[in-house]
């Protein structure tokens, strides 16, 4: 297993309201955030070596994860790496739909899930992703050794709420990034940032505000959890 030097640089992502939710309860997602800010976070995605997702949020969002940024995607190349990063799954049931947005293009796709489901779910996709078991649980710290060896520095967690918690609560997150919508949801059956039940903070591992910055009515908020110094 990697040591705290060896592992990717772990950035987490997420939008909320200022009441903490991700998302209201409704069918179709709720944008938390604006033109400037999702423009950010594609900068972001085109710095990563590779975007993280939970297989929910794959159910739910059918997202594409690609660099939408055509100048962005041209650098990348230039720089000698595929034009978007490689997307990671992490799925517990291996139910997925091979006709996702995610398995729709030729950039490296992983998915990691428990040993027990792999071969199911290695026939279910064929060449569409690449499945990798690691153990009997998913097990984070397996996840980032096996991205480690695919030369992978620097990883983007864009959620779901389970994702996005159990990082959290890993202590695998150097870096959080925090946009603030200026509105609230206030629906208990909403999903939140963090899953109730959770349980962090410690007087040794406080988040380090590294950043406060305006993108128009959204409030970006920084903070470090490490000292680790991210890839360029």
């Known amino acids: 297993m990697t040591d705290g030097t060896d592992r990717p640089y772990v950035l987490l992502s997420c939008a909320m309201s200022v009441d903490g939710y991700i998302d209201d309860a409704t069918p179709e997602r709720l944008l938390l955030s604006n033109a400037a800010d999702f423009d950010r976070v594609d900068g972001e995605r085109a710095a990563s070596d590779a ?3 939970g297989a929910n949020t794959i159910r739910r969002e059918n997202p594409r994860l690609l660099v939408r940024s055509p100048a962005r995607r041209r650098d990348r190349v230039a720089a000698g790496q595929p034009a978007s990063p490689a997307k990671v799954t992490l799925t517990v049931s291996g139910d997925l739909d091979p006709a996702a947005n995610f398995f729709a293009d030729d950039t490296l796709t992983l998915v990691y899930c428990p040993s027990g489901v792999a071969a199911a779910l290695r026939e279910r996709l064929g060449d569409r992703a690449t499945v990798v078991g690691v153990g009997a649980s998913l097990e984070l710290e397996a996840v980032l050794d096996d991205l480690a060896g695919r030369g992978i ?6 959620g779901g709420q389970s994702v996005l918690t159990t990082f959290l609560t890993s202590g695998l997150v150097d870096e959080l990034q925090l946009a603030v919508a ?10 939140r940032f ?6 962090f903070w410690t007087p040794t591992n406080t988040m380090r505000l590294a950043g406060v910055a305006a993108i128009g009515d959204v409030a970006l908020l920084r903070y470090r959890m490490t000292d680790r110094v991210p890839p360029r």
Do not use: K, L
């Open 51 to 53: 975007i993280v997702v």
């Open 153 to 158: 520095q620097r990883v983007m967690v864009e």
């Open 194 to 199: 963090v899953g109730s039940g959770s349980f």
């Open 182 to 191: 200026p509105f609230f949801v206030g629906d208990r059956d909403a999903p």
